[in-house]
């Protein structure tokens, strides 16, 4: 499954992916289309085998603070919105710990992993002995190996407690830390703590993920010891390279050998609507992860050329492109002017057969312009492998291009026919929207 790797309808950020049996669970917020402000009033799971990473699942609503027609509200002391879950195992039964907006958080519980779950309590805790307000903004929490639970939370302070084990939702006396991630205003923005907290426990040393003011990042500190201090080791993903950038949520999963940063991104041409992705990621022996790229790839380890792509799985746009929602199955990217970039990583298009070309074909809707598509390979100013002229109207084009073989990134570009001294008027209007495109030979 490409980026993103849920269903074009789905809209799950702050991703906490937990590995439960032979399955991965992908706990999240759940946002609403075309909304103006974050999150839903509910929750939902997926899931998908390990042995088949491209076969999600939904297990529908898993919790709610607002009723529906079939199901009373879970939460007896709020109905707001519900940011950024994150569930953990504690013998035998499954713990869901909820951000709920301007609301004391909930812990709830259940026998199955996906839920559905049942409030249990808000977090118990004397005013002193909690930070943030006591709301645990965007909590993490992390069930250590000697069965102590510690939990991380905050909102521009970074605050961690610990849990009372026994019935997991009580905060033990003097446990507070606060500024766990250095948060201090002399530090660069790469650095400080802004929010998203994500704990995990790699190879004997302590992680925390979390979203610094530089907020299209996911940054890292760690820790030899659960309760810090905790040392910012470096950023793992930026959302907003070359991409419509926005805040950034998620976190680390083994699965397999593999690891995996998920992580999300915005469609719609807003910061609300945001989805799932995931890159793989390669965690050194020194506890250091190497930053990784946003690509198209998801769960492959190449696109096939051959197939069908949607355009949407674009991982660079450039130039005011974006993609947009037209229906619960359409996805294009509209907005396509002179000088925008869409960009894919990345294709494999295998072995030379003796082929001399191959042809693109491209589907677009026109917006009654004439405008030249070109189309490059391993960067937006790489080798050209062919041209199309693109009119008005909704058509589909076949370009012969060069024959090539091999992993490439494949990069289109767009100018304006216009010339003369209406260019520039020309240059600031929509060209066409990009549906799909395949290669043949």
């Known amino acids: 499954m490409p980026n993103p790797i849920l269903p074009l309808w789905e809209y799950i950020p702050d991703g906490e992916p937990r590995l439960f049996g032979d399955r991965v669970y992908l706990y999240g917020s759940h946002d609403r289309v075309g909304c103006h402000q974050f999150c839903d009033y509910k929750l939902k799971v997926w899931s998908a ?65 996906e839920g559905p779950f049942k409030f249990l309590s808000t977090y118990q805790y004397a005013p002193e002995d909690a930070g943030d307000d006591g709301i645990y903004n965007d909590v993490g929490v992390l069930v250590d190996e000697d069965g102590r639970v510690y939990c991380f939370y905050g909102f521009e302070g970074s605050f961690m407690n610990e849990l009372d084990g026994k019935d997991m939702v009580t905060v033990l006396p003097g446990s507070l830390k ?9 530090l660069c923005i790469e650095e400080r703590f802004y929010e998203a907290s994500s704990p995990r426990k790699i190879n004997g040393l302590y992680y925390v993920i979390y979203s610094p003011r530089k907020g299209s990042r996911l940054a890292y500190a760690t820790s030899e010891h659960p309760t810090g201090p905790y040392t910012y080791r470096g950023y793992i993903i930026d959302n ?21 940063v998920f992580y999300h991104r915005m469609t719609n041409n807003s910061i609300m609507s945001r989805r799932a992705c995931v890159e793989k990621v390669e965690i050194l022996p020194d506890g250091t992860i190497p930053p990784v790229e ?7 380890e190449a696109l096939n050329p051959y197939k069908i792509t949607p355009g949407e799985i674009a991982c660079v746009l450039k130039g005011g492109c974006y993609i947009t929602e037209k229906d619960a199955f359409t996805r294009v990217i509209t907005e396509i002017r002179h000088g925008s970039v869409m960009g894919y990583k990345y ?34 100013d790489g080798p050209e492998i062919g041209t199309a002229e ?13 024959n090539i073989t091999g992993r490439h990134a494949l990069y289109f570009t767009t100018e304006v026919t216009v010339q003369g001294w209406t260019r520039g008027y020309f240059e600031n209007r929509p060209l066409f929207e990009l549906e799909n495109f395949a290669f043949f030979k």
């Open 178 to 186: 606060k500024h766990v991630i250095n948060d201090d205003p002399n």
């Open 294 to 300: 946003m690509t198209s790839l998801g769960f492959e």
């Open 390 to 402: 693109i009119g008005p109207g909704d058509q589909v084009y076949k370009i012969n291009c060069n």
């Open 240 to 260: 907003g390279v070359d991409y419509p950038a926005g805040n950034n949520h998620g976190s680390l999963c083994k699965i397999g050998d593999q690891w995996y």
């Open 49 to 113: 085998p390990v042995s088949d990473l491209n076969n999600w699942h939904c297990h529908g609503t898993s919790f709610q603070t607002r009723p529906t027609r079939n199901h009373p509200a879970d939460t007896p002391h709020t109905d707001h919105e519900l940011y950024a879950p994150d569930c953990v195992e504690k013998d035998g039964k499954y713990y869901l710990y909820t951000y709920i907006v301007g609301s004391k958080g909930c812990v709830s519980v259940s026998d199955k992993p």
């Open 347 to 380: 294709f494999d298009f295998g072995q030379d057969y003796g082929s001399s070309y191959m042809t693109l074909a491209l589907k677009v809707k026109g917006c009654g312009m004439n405008s030249i598509l070109h189309v490059h390979i391993n960067a937006e």
